[in-house]
């Protein structure tokens, strides 16, 4: 399919930079161009799907949740997370909830990792829920765990909800989050800095963070910026 396109989008640098390095096509034909979100509609949210969401799910707002959206499969490395959790609910004993969602091969096999390291009563299993924003606004911070990944959409509608964000130093990530400068970045695998991070944004005033982070997704990942750049390659 890459040797009939005319050209070629990469939706991050670390996208653009496998491609350049694992085929042997020419560099002139690939383009890197971030996604683009309609931040705004992170803006917006409905109190009584909020409030039904905490009903549900049996959660009092004196409890710090800590969310994750995102496939239950290998390279979400979401057992690290959990691990991390278990390591945060002994380290330092705040009431709190960790909320999965998504849904994948791996369901089992989680849950039954969450029940082994006896904190299934404290995670909250959710497949599928169809309003993001109503998630970014429950969550009190957001982690994401991955072993890899091509961009993170889910980071940049965190971002757009001005939640704090906990991500892997890996692949793509970094370029959306700078480590204490609009998230907090944690070495691959290693959960006790994860548990550590997540204290820190329990314990931290996350205000500048969150505004850095917004104001990174209007300037860098809005659907005008992302159009525009599409359009002049077209145009080429």
Sequence with gaps: ILCRADKIICISRSVYNFFIDNTNLKKDKFFQIYYGIDYKFYDSFSNFELEN??????????EYIIGTISRHVPQKNLQL???SYKNFI???????KLIMVGDGKLNKQLKSKAKELSIEKSVIWINFYENNSI??????VFCLTSNYEGLGLVLLEGLSAKTPIIATNISAIPEIIKNNYNGYL????NFKQLSDLIFKVYNSDNSEITNNGRKLIEEKFSLEKMSKNISEIYQL
């Design 53 to 62: 969401f905490y009903k549900k799910n049996n959660l009092k707002k004196d």
């Design 81 to 83: 997370l959990l691990i």
């Design 90 to 96: 002994d380290k330092y004993n705040i009431p709190s």
């Design 135 to 140: 998630l970014f606004k429950v969550f009190n």
């Design 186 to 189: 944690f070495e691959k695998n």
